[in-house]
């Protein structure tokens, strides 16, 4: 037996002698699944998304728990480590992740299963609190105005000179987004800022070019 022989042998009884009694085992699962409600509590409530999916939620609660107990696999056996990397090599995930608040959810419950997993339980419930206050905070900072959509059905084209007229009376910002012309009327589509939508659409609503007026709050991604 040569010195490279004694040396992975060594290594690997170094690594699968780690005694792990029930008491810890159980510790951690437990705080793997205060993390997970936690988790679940603080996405249903921060999400803003118009179709929350409800499973998409449940998996971010259940995945500090499995991460947790491949930690504890992996910390038991080198050999187990070893087969877990092959086996994790194999699994491919197709679902698109459609608002990227949802990944760092997704980050957030991968990595208290593994701070869990390793048995610092107090680092998980500190970068989990921290991590909801950023959240929170972040989400309530607005650096920009968005932008709002004035939605029009005129009767003609001609008409369009005189209601942006009036538009910019009322607003420090407009721009025409789209114009569609049918045979029986103009659709068009006008972005703006503005703090008085009431007085604008009273200042429009006697117009006899207007067929439908639409004043609609613009919620996705906004221009600086």
């Not at 490279?4 to 009694?21: H, M, P, R």
């Not at 696999?73 to 994790?88: E, K, W, Y």
């Not at 610092?120 to 105005?145: C, Q, Y």
């Amino acid at each position: 037996m040569n010195f490279s022989d004694v040396f992975n042998k060594a290594f690997v009884e170094g690594f699968s002698n780690t005694d792990l009694g029930l008491m810890e085992i159980v510790m951690v699962f437990g705080m793997a699944v205060l993390l997970g409600g936690y988790i679940f509590l603080v996405y249903r409530s921060v999400t803003k998304t118009t179709f929350y999916s409800r499973h998409f939620n449940i998996s971010l609660a259940v995945q500090p728990v499995i991460v947790a107990a491949i930690i504890l696999a992996v910390q038991s056996s080198v050999v187990i480590s070893l087969g877990m990397v092959g086996a994790l090599s194999i699994v491919r995930f197709r679902t698109a992740v459609k608002d990227p608040i949802d990944l760092t959810f997704l980050f957030w419950s991968i990595s208290a299963g593994i701070i869990c997993g390793a048995g610092l339980g107090e680092i998980a419930v500190a970068a989990s609190l921290t991590v909801t206050v950023m959240i929170l905070f972040l989400d309530n900072v607005k650096m920009v105005r968005m932008p709002m959509l004035l939605i029009l059905n005129l009767s003609h084209l001609d008409a369009e000179e005189e209601i942006l007229g009036i538009v910019s009376e009322y607003c420090k910002y407009h721009k025409v987004k789209s114009r569609n012309l049918t045979k029986d009327m103009v659709h068009m589509i006008v972005e703006l800022r503005t703090d008085k939508g009431c007085e604008l659409l009273k200042a429009l609503e006697g117009k006899e070019s207007i067929d439908s007026i639409t004043l609609m709050e613009h919620d996705g991604e906004a221009t600086f």
